[in-house]
């Protein structure tokens, strides 16, 4: 099982950025999916959360401006930022929740991260 990010770079302050992560490999099942950020020394962050039926939540920091979406037949997350601002700065993580296939039980796995740097 692999979770892979893609997107981020660098944009200027109030720009957008959309990412994108797709779990792949011997899957049976994937619950909630989900972004996080953290910059270096604090702790990683929740952002955005999506379930399978398309319910989402957000943290009060993005609320407004970042969007969680979600193609199931894709195991594919999405995450559009409008307004970027320099704090957002930060390595940017998906996770999900899922089922091996031939196990039980969900497990979380987290993508390798990728780099958004707003500049000012």
């Known amino acids: 099982v692999q979770l892979q990010a893609s997107g981020g770079g660098l944009v200027q302050a109030g720009g957008s950025m959309g990412l994108s992560c797709t779990a792949s490999?011997?899957?049976?099942?994937?619950?909630?999916m989900a972004w996080y950020r953290q910059v270096l020394g604090d702790n990683r962050e929740l952002i955005a959360s999506?379930?399978?039926?398309?319910?989402?939540d957000y943290g009060d920091s993005v609320k407004g401006r970042f969007t969680i979406s979600r193609d199931n037949a894709k195991r594919t997350i999405y995450l559009q930022m409008n307004s970027l601002q320099p704090e957002a700065t930060a390595v940017y993580y998906c996770?999900?929740?899922?089922?091996?296939?031939?196990?039980?039980?969900?497990?979380?796995?987290w993508g390798q991260g990728t780099q958004v740097t707003v500049s000012s």
């Open positions: 996770k999900a929740s899922l089922i091996q296939r031939g196990t039980r039980g969900f497990v979380d796995y």
């Open positions: 999506i379930r399978p039926d398309g319910i989402t």
């Open positions: 490999g011997s899957i049976s099942s994937v619950d909630i």
